[in-house]
């Protein structure tokens, strides 16, 4: 047997989750919201053991939840030795420190998990930065409690990145910190900006979407190329771009950071460079898990957002992957023959609620063709306006 002492496993992080249920949602939607939140801490690596919700016509003001339920929730914390518990809203510095001080565990909110995820994600410089100056950004109203208890962190999830290089700095040398970064990110901004100018005469063409709904394996099936892919959210932080050919038309093909509810503010704002791409490409592919439960609702939030990128105005093919896991009872839709034909996808009202739209499976390589040829008609129509001489082409 292996002495104690050789053992370099790290212990998986024992989770505790908290939402509340107000006026404007439904039990059943905070549950999906949950959902959403537990393969957010699988993602970050923690272990989610129990779910607890309060119906609230709003988030108290000093502790989110109510008191009585606060007990409840410090009970089962001692009782099963909890690590971390995760709020789904960002909570406000005193209800941070006034929660953390009841518990007597690690506490984080929804905002300061997906930082975390990034920070775990980043790969290149530009990425790494953005999180920086985002997890920064996040932490200034927070110092207080980063230094009332700071004997009790001790790394793991919602530690990692600056969180454990800025403990004992102060507010001046964190708004120094923050001004170079920013300054750092304009350098590579201009950088960018160079490369793109570069590729200005290729049509260019973005995949954009929810998190974890099939982009980079669209990517890889499309150009051939192996972007990283897996089942977990945020699995792609950095903007790929690959040229491509389809027929005789050559154009730009970007896989973008996906989309999410609740997304931070401060990212968002840190990563508009990033989605720059998003902004000056050509054509948008909108890629939808048809298979979630609610991709109605990660229809609006990835529209929300490409809104508010000034992008929402431009052709837009959205492309609704993973038809093979479609589940008709989970949506309403009444079939009398199973499972769906591409015929019935192409009448239903996902169809006519969203033109143009391809129903594909992309891990299965169903419907791909029609999918490149769609996507042709759209890449020759630009390139036709944009080039009326290479007319003779077609």
């Known amino acids: 047997m292996k002495p104690k002492f050789f053992d370099t496993a790290v212990k ?30 699988a993602t970050a690596g923690g272990d989610t053991v129990k779910n607890f919700t309060q119906k609230l016509q709003r988030p108290e003001r000093s502790t989110f939840v109510g008191t009585g339920k606060l007990e409840e929730i410090k009970e089962f914390v001692t009782a099963e030795e909890i690590d971390i518990v995760v709020f789904d809203d960002e909570l406000s510095p005193s209800q941070l420190r006034n929660i953390e001080r009841e518990l007597g565990v690690k506490i984080l909110d929804r905002s300061n998990l997906i930082l975390d995820i990034f920070a775990s994600r980043a790969q290149t410089a530009q990425a790494k930065t953005q999180v920086e100056l985002a997890q920064l950004q996040y932490l200034l109203p927070r110092l207080t409690r980063l230094w009332t208890h700071l004997e009790r962190q001790k790394g793991g999830i919602g530690m990692r990145g600056p969180g454990e290089s800025q403990i004992e700095t102060d507010r001046r040398l964190i708004l120094n910190k923050i001004s170079l970064l920013k300054e750092r990110l304009k350098l590579i901004d ?57 027929e005789n038309v050559p154009f730009l093909l970007s896989d973008t950071v996906g989309f999410i509810r609740k997304l931070p503010h401060h990212l968002v704002e840190c990563f508009k460079s990033t989605l720059d791409e998003v902004r000056e490409a050509d054509i948008l592919i909108h890629v939808v898990d048809i298979s979630h439960q609610n991709f109605e609702d990660q229809i609006r939030t990835v529209n929300e957002t490409l809104k508010e990128l000034g992008a929402i105005d431009k052709t837009i093919i959205t492309v609704f992957n993973k038809i093979d896991a479609f589940v008709p009872e989970q949506h309403h839709v009444d079939v009398t023959e199973e499972p769906l034909t591409l015929d019935d996808f192409r009448h ?3 169809a006519k609620n969203n033109s143009p739209a391809i129903f594909i499976s992309a891990t299965q390589k169903e419907n791909v063709d029609e999918f490149r040829d769609l996507l042709y008609e759209y890449v020759k129509k630009v390139h036709t306006e944009r080039y009326p001489y290479d007319n003779l082409l077609y």
């Not at 950088?191 to 100018?197: A, F, I, L, S, V």
């Open 12 to 41: 998986q992080e024992r989770v505790v989750l908290v939402g509340v249920i107000t006026p404007n949602e439904t039990e059943e939607r905070e549950k999906e919201y949950l959902e959403e939140l537990k393969f957010l801490v």
């Open 190 to 246: 201009r950088q960018n900006e160079t490369q793109r100018k570069n590729r200005q005469q290729l049509i260019r063409v973005a995949l954009v979407g929810y998190t974890n709904v099939g982009k980079s394996t669209i990517m890889n099936m499309l150009s051939k190329s192996e972007v990283f892919a897996e089942n977990k959210l945020f699995a792609t932080l950095d903007t790929t771009v690959r040229k491509m050919v389809i």
């Open 348 to 350: 239903s009202w996902m």
